[in-house]
Nanobody, 125 residues
């Protein structure tokens, strides 16, 4: 069974840092594109960061650039999102997702086939 499980969310003060993880089971991350998405209450889901299985360029949303870093540990079949200089507007449920399709163009436009259950990140003093 193909599954993605996020963890590491929590409450953090503004300006703080948090690293969230996404562990894949039932498939290997070597051959899929991975994206991190988030959804805040009352807002649409938005893409935060993604990369292709082959490496190369990584996409970050404007709000994530310079503060967030997506990375992968293939040996652990795990993807991370390091979030620094967190702001209250970063508060959301964060999801990781995997795309098995042909990886042409920007990963932000890929169709993501598998999704985790999400992890809550709350930035508040």
């Amino acid at each position: 069974q193909l599954q993605l499980v996020e963890s590491g969310g929590g409450l953090v003060q503004p300006g703080g840092s948090l690293r969230i993880s996404c562990v894949a089971s039932g498939f290997t991350l070597d051959y899929v594109a991975i994206g991190w998405f988030r959804q805040a209450p009352g807002k649409e889901r938005e893409g935060v960061a993604c990369f292709k299985s082959s490496g190369g360029s990584t996409y970050y949303s404007d709000s994530a650039k310079g503060r967030f870093t997506i990375s992968r540990d293939n040996a652990k079949n795990t993807v991370y999102l390091q979030m620094n200089s967190l702001k209250p507007e970063d508060t959301a449920v964060y999801y990781c997702a995997a795309s098995e399709g042909i990886q042409l163009g920007n990963c932000r436009f890929f169709k993501y086939d598998y999704w985790g259950q999400g992890t809550q990140v709350t930035v508040s003093s």
